[in-house]
């Protein structure tokens, strides 16, 4: 039974302590840290069977029974607790992305080099059933050789303007979930990255500095096209899918929704929007990452989606940015440079 | 907090058993009881967190603090510890059906007419987001006047025979379900049944007495037309879906499946199969219908699937048979008045 | 060059009529009779290139340049004509039903054992390419044994009750469609016939003597069972589908729509309402089955769809309205040996 | 009526002349003119109704009953025969694309512009029933204001390498009605072209320096974003889709299929390829864009898809080309200016 401390008791802290207390054998969540604990969310906590409930992480790190920490706190964070908690000796699952600065990751990953530790990160979108099963279907040769990717992801509406201003952009904030599924679904890496932007849904996104609605295309290593498009937007839900050609035929996945119920009438055939977020499409999806985390401390399986897969959709994220920026392709190669890779 | 005891620890106790320890807020399980113990259904249980482990389920009738009982041991068993359950003055969800005898079913309703318990009759179909979908789409008047209703229900494949000879017949065991659904959906009753039955999938189906093919059509009180059909065979899976055609339109469902990738390739364009069977498809359901039977009893609430879904169903079932005997439309309320209904 | 002659220049004859000028070859329109031939119609002939316009279409029958004639006039007309044209010598395309009484279609059957005439019943369906897709599964076993056939066919809106008065009822004028659409999907007989029918959507049609929604199930020759449900209103639009289950599988059609587009916005996910009714539906259905017929003359191949085609949906029909006037299954072996059959 | 001569009488000349003898009110071909005039292909014009059949194209224009012609011949006699038939007085209607040289179209434009000629190019894909039913939605202001347009365009298989050498490249062959697919559905002009090309179906066709896989993202004039993939290989069929996102919502259409009939079985659900290629997918549309140059003659209409139709896709093809030689995104406007423009 690995004991998991929780640091960071937000929207997404909850979801993994809510799954690992209901749904994951072998682990139970010990202690939850957040320096904002309100009422409420104590509450929850010792509802949910978790007494130890701290304002400072730290506790949770000293905690020797504590085998395992989740790192659900703001992204600035994410790369000094990793490496507190390298040294405390915890496997550990940070949130996406690890940092927008490629060197605080590069210190994460060089801590990890020399541990024995388990470190994964949280691209829910690799454990969601439907881009499963596309990606089981390019794994298993069914489509023959990739030859064009194309990935679909809209946000129903834009977050606040607050928000976007410490995103770090649409490509580190949003995009960088589309560039992971890039590396899943093609088994390859991106070498090249062109994108189109424009701020198309609110004005004060791009006085905020960033776009809501981007084209990106790319080349990949393996020789095939890919291509994502973005918006900040989508009236009808949260839209999430991906579609891949091949030699011998294509795949593609479409959206979730509530029931499958359709109804005709005068005015047509009328059937549901896709379910209307994250939480609620990836809900199942959460369940299995933290499966699959404990999975691999309790049977030390190697990590599937480690450090290299935090590491990576930051470089791509960066190269599109600087594509973007300068209105030029640009080799995810120049920007790893950079920083010494 | 209810503190529930599970009366049967086969498969639809445990599933019961975990819906309640993992999502039912208010509840928990307090002991379970099934004359045939195993020790693996006992390490099971212990895991769960349910201590109290016994072969006679009177153990739970006689412990005070427990509030509610689930029975879902044999259903030969369900009338007479209903009777007990009653007379404990405990809170029942019984698994469906009742009885295959209408006066035992009588008996139960006899005995909760005096009393303040709760009985909740385990029609999890109900309970579905698909068949809910369409439900509400009807009850919203979204389709108008229900003018003709069309339920398809197909096993993925027969069960042995040894089960055929004791499940009461295909009406009972299975088509039952749909009948509930007819008076769920159309929130009618039936009138008057006219059956077809076929022996096409297994001839030991019929030589043990039973039919394994069935088309019933249905009068029903609203002047709608209803029909089912049903197959013990769909080599594509578990097939369970509703069509209603109103005076405004028509409201359907489809089947639910693992994911929603779709491969296209020179042989076609190929999609999943619906889930394979009842546990898949109505995991969910199971959950729901628990959930709101303790809702149920917790805000002193009244059942929505109480006895009479329990009898109604029954009786058309019966009536069913008979038609398929006598190779005529048999009335509900001749069946009926043969109880003094 | 087969010379063709059209008696009966309403709707239908119209389009057979454009058929033929348009898309078949070997053959052409020399004449079109119509007692009540308008202006307008006169004019619509000679645009298509047709000279010969008679109001007798006795002139038809006595050219001996016409070898085939279309018998398109009002239902009560197609026996008689039938039996003079074969008499002339005539190869003959005759809409449905040939009559509403057995012994008139019985006589036209004795009048072509004697003769070399090809004799075709107009029964377009069986030349739709949604049904011949289902119909093709089933003949070329991918479904394996036939188990159930489900038929459903509704009209957009109900005829004007004027026109329901001379139809025959909605099991001669509507369901025959569907049971010829069960013997040719099935490729079996209807052994016995149970209806159920009601007056939902026009008290009118009730007062005319007739019904406007049905259920009608069936038992085959093959064990199978088939079932029919009719509306003579779908708001929707019109709606026509078959689902075949067999041992090995389902195949299922669904409507065609005037494009693919979906909109998805903020109320839903929106496709098109299937074709508004039969003229959309079928219209390459009419093409396909004049242009078998033409093939069958000049290469003198067996007609597919011939007076037996047109007797047994007669038959069955007959059953189905005896069924529901007495409330009990109709054999309808019962109703053909009244004929002698 | 007026009478047209078909210059050209390979697929496409065939295709347009069955169109107008079947289906054109108001039209008839008159002439027809290959300089390869084949036994066969003569025989099928007769059978047509064509009795004029010339080697020398000059018959035609020399008719001074012929008001109209189609050149359909070979794409670097286009812009030539235009000229000679706007010397002549003809209406036409050019097959795509004009000519590959931006110099001989604007030769066209220019002798257009002193005369009342209607001029049609023939993107047939404008009148597809699904790109229409996708047009209409955004024309109607359904989805809002236009964000990102997604446009896919598959051939079933490559062409021989023979061809390629002749076809200008995949962008002025291929993505040619894509790129007018952009303009037609945007209601506005394309600005910046990025191509990303790949040799991925057959090397052959690299090695006639062509590719075969492609994706082209684009800046349009009205802000949006719009991308087309292309592939020269889709094994599944001729794939051609359009999807697009607005502030309002999103529209999007899939392929036509044969039937519409969908096996279940032990394997999964099966449904139908796409229509395999152009002429299956678009026969209709052929006929519609005739029937509206027709149209537009008699009722002295201005041509929808005249010759800056023809024009613009070429600039577009003429940037994506540069784009993917020099690897970087060109300005449409750019190339225009080289030609004056």
């Known amino acids: 039974m690995i004991k998991v401390g929780i640091i960071g008791a937000g929207r997404i802290g909850k979801v993994h302590c809510e799954s690992i207390m209901r749904y994951v054998k072998n682990a139970t969540v010990k202690a939850i840290a957040d320096p904002f604990m309100s009422d409420e969310t104590k509450k929850w906590a010792q509802d949910m069977g978790v007494n130890e409930i701290y304002t400072d992480y730290h506790r949770i790190l000293e905690d020797k029974e504590i085998g395992a920490v989740l790192i659900c706190s703001s992204t600035d964070t994410h790369s000094l607790i990793s490496l507190e908690a390298i040294a405390a000796g915890k496997h550990i699952f940070c949130e996406k992305p690890i940092d927008h600065d490629v060197f605080k990751i590069l210190k994460v990953k060089q801590a990890l080099e020399k541990s024995r530790i388990k470190y994964q990160v949280g691209f829910n979108r690799r454990f969601d059933h439907n881009f499963r099963g596309a990606q089981a279907a390019v794994a298993a040769g069914k489509i023959g050789e990739l030859n064009i990717l194309k990935i679909c992801s809209r946000d129903p509406d ?69 291509v994502i498009d973005n918006c900040r937007r989508a009236s009808y839900g949260y839209d999430q899918r991906v579609e891949a050609l091949g030699s011998l035929g294509q795949v593609a996945i479409t959206n979730d929704t509530e029931s499958s119920a359709v109804i005709s009438d005068k005015d047509g055939v009328h059937s549901e929007k896709p379910l209307h977020f994250f939480l609620e499409r990836y809900m199942d999806a959460y369940v299995a990452e933290i499966t699959e985390f404990i999975d691999c401390i309790v049977n030390d399986k190697p990590v599937n989606v480690g450090i290299d897969c935090g590491l990576q959709p930051v470089l791509i994220a960066l190269a599109a940015k600087k594509s973007l920026d300068c209105g030029l392709p640009v080799k995810v190669s120049d920007i790893a440079k950079k920083y010494g890779l």
Chains 1, 2, 3, 4 share one sequence.
């Open 158 to 226: 834009a977050p606040p303007v607050s928000y976007i201003k410490v995103s770090g952009g649409i490509f580190l904030d949003m995009t960088i979930h589309d560039f992971d599924m890039v590396r899943f679904m093609s088994g390859a890496e991106v070498e090249e990255v062109f994108a189109y932007g424009a701020v198309l849904v609110d004005p004060a996104i791009g006085e905020a500095g960033d776009i809501d609605t981007a084209v990106i295309s790319m080349k990949l290593t393996n020789g095939a096209i890919a």
